[in-house]
């Protein structure tokens, strides 16, 4: 397909396991993103990739959160030692540049038990 | 007070309604303005995206920006059930790489 996609849709894992959440953008767009949603509220930004590089990680919680994008494409959201906090969806955007319209996937629905 | 405020509804109105939803912002410095649709278990679905402030129609939808009222609304016309879901507004400082601050969402239900 065209749009973005996260795997897996849903994850369930004990509290402090680890977990890796991936994001595929759409071909050809260079930015990428990352946003935490919790039960009824808004996204919330965690961090932000121009290429391999992250432009902007001010949203990370804490530094149990890492996300990486080796290649400037694929995208991989990484939790170390996971709270029963960190459950939300976590979503995932691109975009072909700087201020131009993001584009989510329907992220991972993340439960930790 | 949150940067953005966002009437959370629960709304319910009839089909063929007008629907207004609105958001307020407290940053000036805010340029980008969009709204999107979400529904339930999928990602935010963008609808709209301005910059200026004043009026953007597409099709039974229409943007308003007021920067001068830090006041944003989105206008659906003769709504239908598959409207039903829930509206985020967003904002976007310039040059701010896509880090969208949001409202909480309005959760709206058209009824047949």
């Known amino acids: 397909g065209a749009g973005v996609s996260q795997t897996p849709s849903n994850k369930v894992t004990e509290k402090g396991k680890y977990v890796e959440l991936r994001c595929d953008p759409i071909s050809g767009h260079t930015a990428l993103y990352w946003y935490r949603q919790s039960l009824g509220q808004g996204p919330e930004f965690l961090i932000y990739f121009q290429g391999t590089g992250a432009a902007d990680d001010s949203g990370l919680p804490n530094d149990r959160f890492f996300a990486v994008r080796p290649e400037g494409s694929v995208s991989t959201l990484k939790i170390q030692r996971t709270e029963r906090g960190d459950s939300a969806v976590y979503l995932c955007a691109s975009s072909s540049g700087v201020n131009s319209p993001l584009h989510f996937g329907n992220g991972t629905r993340l439960t930790v038990t | 007070q949150k940067e953005v405020e966002q009437d959370p509804g629960p709304l319910s109105v009839p089909e063929g309604a007008i629907v207004s939803l609105n958001c307020t912002y407290s940053n000036s410095a805010f340029q980008y303005f969009m709204w999107y649709r979400q529904y339930s278990r999928k990602g935010p679905e963008l609808l709209m995206y301005?910059?200026?402030?004043g009026n953007k129609e597409d099709g039974r939808f229409t943007a308003q920006v007021d920067k001068s009222s830090k006041y944003i609304s989105l206008f659906i016309r003769d709504s239908q059930p598959s409207d039903s879901a829930t509206y985020l507004c967003?904002?976007?400082?310039?040059?701010?790489?896509?880090?969208?601050?949001f409202g909480q969402g309005t959760e709206l239900s058209v009824k047949p």
């Open positions: 301005t910059y200026s402030s």
């Open positions: 967003a904002m976007l400082l310039y040059n701010q790489g896509g880090k969208l601050i």
